[in-house]
């Protein structure tokens, strides 16, 4: 039988209230006035929620309503007991009040803030609390709103770091942002790191004008007054001077050449008809079981292709001592470090949130968002990296008068 919803009686609790407040009732508290009103409120909003859900899945999914469960609530005016919507499928996630929510404080901002943490436009935002609470939101208190974790951010990029972080990779993204009516593309420098537990942590984002070594220098340097006294193995793409920086400032650190961005840097000059080929003799390079096979393999390709293509061989023989130092490592390790996949799957995932914006209209409104899509990225890396017992064995092995756990 369909669920029949009670309205709410608007103007008969309005006279109760008068009533009560004559009466020297409380306003607030567990049996304030307007605790009522709240958890009304609430409902309507929950049940609201669960509509939207099953208008989306009632067909594709054969979901319909299940009945309501209770739950209990704190909030400022007081604690009270609420009845939630729930579906057949259980596939619905309030956002109101989420599944394990027992407090509310204010909420609304919260909302907001989750909302443009995933990507929303403030359109899209004042449309959704418009739908689900009738609330009229403008873009200036949306703003406002953000704008309040901007203390919060500055407190995150300066945080004090731990003294030793195996693992680091370092890499720039970049964005479009308005600077007096002109759009132009800057840098998001960021570095995401694997503590000695084997956790993964964006350790810092920076804002540069564009990608350089000299301002990953300051980077740098920056990280050593936040307390970094050593790295083991610092994972980059090939900007130039940028390995040097690195060694300069943390000269115990082994510096690892992403072989993918050295095969599509090697790529830009293979002409279409060799490419297949050509890729294929280089895969062998860092495929090889050691170093030695590895030069053997690049000297074999370069029998083959070098008088055509002396530049991408140049390149290779340049980088070659970067490239090829996780040859020195064991299996578990290697396959962490010959590349900068760990950081830029952290990239994917911030894009997923900014790929709708043309371009933003601050550096702030960059950061904010970038943040919090950082903050929700880190809520996913529960536990420790996959086969962290193993590298752990292998880092404790290689760096044993530097391992500190």
Request: proline share 4%; hydrophobic share 35%.
């Amino acid at each position: 039988m369909k669920e029949e919803k009670v309205p709410f009686d608007f103007e008969a609790f309005a006279k109760q209230a008068a009533e009560d407040l004559k009466a020297g009732k409380p306003m607030v508290g567990k049996d304030g006035i307007f605790t009522p009103l709240l958890k009304r409120l609430i409902e309507a909003s929950l049940e609201g929620e669960l509509d939207a859900h099953l208008d989306q899945t009632r067909k594709p999914a054969k979901n319909r309503r299940n009945g309501r469960s209770t739950k209990n609530l704190q909030s400022p005016l007081g604690g009270f007991e609420i009845f939630s919507p729930r579906d057949r499928n259980s596939t619905f996630e309030p956002q109101i009040v989420e599944k394990r929510q027992h407090k509310i404080t204010s909420d609304i901002d919260a909302q907001i803030l989750s909302l443009y943490g995933r990507g929303m436009s403030y359109s899209d935002i004042q449309q959704h609390l418009s739908e689900m609470y009738g609330l009229e939101v403008s873009d200036g208190t949306i703003s406002a709103i953000t704008d309040r974790i901007i203390p919060q951010i500055k407190e995150w990029q300066n945080r004090p770091l731990e003294s030793i972080y195996p693992v680091i990779w370092l890499d720039a993204m970049h964005f479009k942002v308005r600077d007096n009516g002109v759009v132009k593309t800057k840098a998001i420098y960021s570095i995401l790191a694997v503590n000695c537990d084997g956790e993964k942590e964006v350790i810092g984002i920076y804002f540069g004008d564009h990608e350089s070594s000299t301002f990953w220098r300051q980077v740098l340097h920056e990280l050593k007054m936040r307390g970094i006294e050593d790295i083991y193995i610092a994972c980059i793409d090939n900007l130039k001077g940028f390995a040097q920086a690195i060694e300069d400032i943390f000269p115990l650190t082994d510096v690892q050449l992403c072989l993918v961005h050295q095969m599509r840097n090697s790529m830009k000059y293979i002409s279409d008809k060799d490419i297949k080929p050509m890729v294929r003799d280089l895969k062998k390079v860092y495929k090889s079981l050691n170093a030695d096979m590895a030069l053997y393999h690049l000297q074999e390709a370069e029998k083959v292709w070098g008088a055509k293509y002396a530049i991408v061989f140049k390149s290779w023989h340049h980088n070659w001592d970067r490239l090829t130092n996780f040859f020195k490592y064991p299996p578990a390790l290697r396959r962490l470090i010959y590349t900068t996949n760990p950081i830029e799957s952290y990239h994917r995932m911030i894009r997923k949130v900014t790929k709708t914006k043309g371009a933003y209209t601050s550096e702030d409104a960059i950061v904010k968002q970038i943040y919090l899509a950082t903050m929700n990225a880190q809520t996913k890396w529960n536990g420790t990296i996959f086969a962290w017992t193993s590298i752990r064995i292998d880092l404790s092995d290689y760096f044993k008068t530097r391992f500190n756990n």
